[in-house]
């Protein structure tokens, strides 16, 4: 996929910011947004609402997500396309770093064997 400028200057996506994204596939207010990230990541990323809402105001300044609604005070947000785009251009980066990881940390899988004394386990 070939990013154009206006998407690749958004990048790299911090954590937060990607996982934030991530979450926006549907309208979700703050605390949702925060549920729906640590959920996500089986709780490895957990997002503060300092760190939420000064994010969501650089994204909405950014045209990475809009406003969808707002009901008693609580406003929701949603990815906008130019925010999918920069999510995909971030996807396509971070896995062009792992198939370099991969390449340059893999072992042929007969010595993985010789020197684990079997398969490899996390």
Do not use: N, W
């Amino acid at each position: 996929m070939k990013e154009d400028k206006e998407t690749v200057r958004h990048l790299p996506l911090s954590e937060a910011t990607y996982c934030i994204l991530l979450s926006l596939g549907e309208p979700l207010h703050g605390y949702g947004i925060m549920q729906k990230v640590e959920a996500g990541s089986g709780g490895a990323v957990r997002i503060g609402p300092g760190t939420l809402y000064g994010a969501l105001t650089t994204m909405e300044k950014e045209k990475l997500i809009t406003r969808f609604d707002e009901v008693e005070r609580r406003k929701r947000y949603v990815l906008t396309e130019k925010g999918r785009r920069v999510l995909a251009a971030e996807l396509a980066r971070l896995h062009m770093l792992i198939r370099l990881g991969d390449t340059v940390l893999s072992i042929p899988p007969s010595q993985t064997k010789a020197k684990t004394g079997g398969e490899k386990t996390f």
